[in-house]
Structure formats: C-alpha cells, structure tokens
C-alpha cells in the first residue's frame, strides 16, 4: 500500500544540522521525497498537530521547543512509508532507542522538561493525511 507520512526534523536536529543525515536515511531506505521546506511552526498549528497531547504534563514544554527554531518539514512516500518511518525514527525515549535508529544513534537526554528526539513521524495513516494538510495544505488528499 503506498503511503505519504508527514515527517519533521524538530528544532533540535536543524540546529545541530542533522536535517540532512535525516533526509539521508529516508532516501537510503528507499522512500521518495513529496515535499520538502523549513518552516517555523506556530502555536495554532502545533495545537493541532499535538492534538492528541493537548493538556498533559509535557505539552506546553513541547510547543516550547517546537516553536524555538525553524523545523524541516517533510512528506514522503513509499509503500509502508507510515510504519518504515516509525522504524527509522526509533522509540520516543531517545535515551533507550535502539541504535541502528535516528533517535538512538543520534539523540539523548539533556535532563530537559521535554525529551528532545531530533524527529517525527506520523503514527497512523488517519494523522499523516492529517498533519499533511496541516502543515502542506497543497499536497493534502
Ligand atoms: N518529557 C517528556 N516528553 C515526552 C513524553 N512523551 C512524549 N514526549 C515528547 O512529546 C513528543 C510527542 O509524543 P508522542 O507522540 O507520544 O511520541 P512520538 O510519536 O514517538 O514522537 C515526543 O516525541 C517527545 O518529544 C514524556 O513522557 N516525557
Ligand atoms: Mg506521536
């Protein structure tokens, strides 16, 4: 089943310039580049992007770090590519993320209110057409 997952390389990562090791990985594995552009995110947006996290303990701490530098949004595409990604990203502590993966490889704690794993990866073909349209309204289905 051929699939577009939105992906973002977050604030961390653009700052220590791994948006390309990143982008790297996605062509590596084979996926196709659909969209590509670095964007600031806003609160409204992040709002709904984060839909799911609004009112826990670590979602005001989130849209803090989301809005503290630019992010490289990205969709891509490939059979799978929702899931495929989801494996390429490694689990959401980037302290245990297996190595092989960009949060384990690459990401650590800093000891922050947020855990700051460098990307993400839509979970589920419902939120990747969802946060398509969000954050490309002109790629949306
Ligand atoms: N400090 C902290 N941050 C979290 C926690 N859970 C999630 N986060 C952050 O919030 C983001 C969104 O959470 P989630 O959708 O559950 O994880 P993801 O799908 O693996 O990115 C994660 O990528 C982390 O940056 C947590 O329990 N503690
Ligand atoms: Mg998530």
Excluded: C
Excluded at 51 to 64: C, S, T
Excluded at 67 to 87: N, Q, T
Excluded at 116 to 124: E, M, P, R, T
Aim: aromatic share 6%.
């Amino acid at each position: 089943m051929t699939q577009r997952t939105l992906i973002l390389v977050k604030p961390d990562g653009v700052k220590r310039g791994l948006a390309g090791e990143v982008l790297r990985r996605i062509e590596a594995k084979g996926y196709t580049l659909a969209g590509v552009e670095l964007k600031q995110a806003t609160e409204a947006l992040l709002e709904k992007h984060y839909e799911e996290h609004v009112g826990k303990p670590f979602y005001q701490p989130l849209v803090e770090f989301m809005l503290s530098g630019p992010v490289l949004a990205i969709v891509a595409e490939g059979e799978r590519v929702i899931e495929g990604f989801r494996s390429l990203a490694g689990t959401t502590d980037p302290t245990t993320a297996a190595p092989g993966t960009i949060r384990g490889d690459l990401g650590r704690d800093f000891g922050l209110k947020v855990q700051q794993n460098i990307v993400h990866g839509s979970d589920s073909v419902e939120s990747a057409e969802r946060e398509i349209a969000l954050w490309f309204p002109h790629l949306a289905s």
